[in-house]
């Protein structure tokens, strides 16, 4: 769409080189890679809780637990928040009040603030907000487009899950790479519905998974924060 300048010339969006859109992913992998310090690896999303309850008992039951959390729990919420951050609006206070218990409001808020703090010092600024609020507000800025911005946070949220699955259910690591795959059909089509839902989508009913997270707060002892 041509912007009349005034002058009877015209401005145009300019389009994205391959060698910008290959940089702006980059920072996205950089922002998603377990070197970035949001301490990712001590939220286990009430996995923990969920092992020692005897409902994480094998890479069958792990697959479904995390495809449930995808699809019906935190994972489809997040990247729906995060596709409403990226377009500008303010949904910081709606993802922290979507928070289920007190775990999972601390998980958002302390690895949003985390990954805000890392990315101001290497940068710029970057006000601290619930983590998927975060990461919509730092891809839009850098030019990252939303469909692989989805995409890719829904990949490292369950990467995660699986990771603390492997350290504490009898699966291996090859196993757990092996349940990411069978996931990544999954992510694609949430990731695609959270590019166009609207808020008033929101919703889940992850019940167990919510349970294993309230129950969590009270677990001892324990390794995970959430």
């Not at 010092?121 to 507000?137: H, K, Q």
Request: net charge negative; charged share 20%.
């Amino acid at each position: 769409m041509d912007m009349g300048t005034g002058t009877g010339t015209s401005m145009r969006m300019a389009t994205p080189t391959p060698m910008a859109e290959l940089a702006a992913l980059q920072r996205l992998f950089a922002w998603l890679s377990p070197a970035w310090p949001v301490g990712s690896f001590a939220y286990s999303h009430g996995i923990e809780q969920a092992i020692a309850d005897g409902w994480l008992t094998g890479p069958d039951a792990v697959q479904d637990w995390i495809a449930d959390i995808l699809r019906h729990g935190a994972g489809r919420n997040d990247a729906i928040l995060l596709a409403h951050a990226w377009r500008g609006e303010d949904v910081a206070e709606l993802a922290l009040a979507l928070s289920g218990c007190a775990e999972r409001r601390r998980e958002a808020a302390e690895q949003g603030a985390s990954f805000a703090r890392a990315l101001s010092a290497v940068e710029g600024a970057l006000p601290p907000a619930p983590y998927p609020v975060a990461i919509g507000m730092a891809a839009a800025r850098a030019g990252v487009p939303l469909a692989e911005t989805l995409a890719l946070f829904l990949q490292a949220f369950a990467s995660n899950l699986v990771t603390a699955c492997v350290k504490s259910v009898p699966i291996g690591p090859t196993q757990g790479q092996r349940m990411l795959a069978a996931l990544m059909p999954l992510i694609r089509e949430i990731a695609a519905e959270a590019e166009v839902a609207t808020l008033d989508e929101l919703g889940g009913y992850a019940l167990r998974g919510d349970l294993a997270a309230i129950r969590h707060e009270t677990l001892q002892p324990r390794i995970y924060r959430t």
